[in-house]
């Protein structure tokens, strides 16, 4: 088992940014591919970036590419979304995810454990 605690969101003008951390807890940190999805009112959760268990892959929605940046720390079982350059379509929970092996995914359905989620709302 793993447990996923996001932090970091929060309300921020367009323009801006956030550093959400995600910290694991539980089997080893290392053996998972992490990833971010996010679901904003009223629309089905999307993919946003995911790493693989190493750091050595990624991949990233069309959206948030070269704005957002995803990276891991094993050592402190944590994975980061760096978001700059927001913008008020960014507004939404944002969640992370976490599934055992070395390859990433971007359909929900492939990832086994997920975090409560974290607001991040970005005003115009």
């Known amino acids: 088992q793993v447990q996923l605690v996001e932090s970091g969101g929060g309300l921020v003008q367009a323009g801006g940014s956030l550093r959400l951390s995600c910290a694991a807890s539980?089997?080893?940190?290392?053996?998972?591919?992490e990833a971010w999805f996010r679901q904003a009112p009223g629309k089905e959760r999307e993919f946003v970036a995911a790493i693989t268990w190493n750091g050595g892959g990624t991949n990233y929605a069309d959206s948030v590419k070269g704005r957002f940046t995803i990276s891991r720390d094993n050592a402190k079982n944590t994975v980061y979304l760096q978001m700059n350059s927001l913008k008020p379509g960014d507004t939404a929970v944002y969640y992370c995810a976490a599934r055992l092996g070395r390859f990433i995914y971007r359909r929900t359905d492939e990832y086994d454990y997920w975090g409560q989620g974290t607001q991040v709302t970005v005003s115009s």
């Open positions: 539980g089997r080893t940190f290392s053996s998972y591919a």
